[in-house]
T-cell receptor, first 114, second 116 residues
Framework: KAGVTQTPRYLIKTRGQQVTLSCSPISGHRSVSWYQQTPGQGLQFLFEYFSETQRNKGNFPGRFSGRQFSNSRSEMNVSTLELGDSALYLC?????????????FGPGTRLTVL | AQKVTQAQTEISVVEKEDVTLDCVYETRDTTYYLFWYKQPPSGELVFLIRRNSFDEQNEISGRYSWNFQKSTSSFNFTITASQVVDSAVYFCALSEIRQAGTALIFGKGTTLSVSS
């Protein structure tokens, strides 16, 4: 069974630009969660999608958005990039809600904002 | 509010030593789940264990063992006879399931370095 895949793996953008990250969950998994990982703040929850519906959203500004497609693939978008958005963005999938199911994480997308 | 504290930022041990990673959590709910994840240098987090708030049985899996004590709100993780391959960042996480759409809250992580 293929694991969680994320594309691209690395991305360099400049301030003010926008970016779209993609995540393909494990086949059969309906929940996709996104996390931001930085040295200072650690792992922070961004949002979770389950069957194309956003179940929960973390404490991030509206510049961060996401969506999930009918095949469970998910994308997250960050508009008007700021230097502080530089981070490793991790996607995780699970069969059921992430709050009580084992999550399988992808390798992450390393975003650098210059 | 939920909170997970991993007071040990970094731990260094020599191979074959036993090491315990501490995790203390705060929650006002009676129903919750606790998790441990490992993040090796490659970057992908790997699930290690899940424990619900009603199951205080300790668990052992090979060289790994977990001690869950609700009385002290702790969920500590012990690696016996550590190996170099255990070097990683270990995260403890908490989620409450009473409310729909509850998010997983991670601790800051403990970096474990095992030298040969």
């Amino acid at each position: 069974k293929a694991g969680v895949t994320q594309t691209p793996r690395y991305l360099i953008k400049t301030r003010g630009q926008q970016v779209t990250l993609s995540c393909s969950p494990i086949s059969g998994h309906r929940s996709v969660s996104w996390y931001q990982q930085t040295p200072g703040q650690g792992l922070q929850f961004l949002f979770e999608y389950f069957s194309e519906t956003q179940r929960n959203k973390g404490n991030f500004p509206g510049r961060f958005s996401g969506r999930q497609f009918s095949n469970s693939r998910s994308e997250m978008n960050v508009s008007t990039l700021e230097l502080g958005d530089s981070a490793l963005y991790l996607c995780a999938s699970s069969q059921g809600p992430s709050s009580y199911n084992e999550q399988f994480f992808g390798p992450g997308t390393r975003l650098t904002v210059l | 509010a939920q909170k997970v504290t991993q007071a040990q930022t970094e731990i260094s041990v020599v191979e074959k030593e036993d090491v315990t990673l501490d995790c203390v959590y705060e929650t006002r709910d009676t129903t919750y789940y606790l998790f441990w994840y490992k993040q090796p240098p490659s970057g992908e987090l790997v699930f290690l264990i899940r424990r619900n708030s009603f199951d205080e049985q300790n668990e052992i899996s090979g060289r790994y063992s977990w001690n869950f004590q609700k009385s002290t709100s702790s969920f500590n993780f012990t690696i016996t006879a550590s190996q170099v391959v255990d070097s990683a960042v270990y995260f403890c996480a908490l989620s409450e399931i009473r409310q729909a759409g509850t998010a997983l809250i991670f601790g800051k992580g403990t970096t474990l370095s095992v030298s040969s």
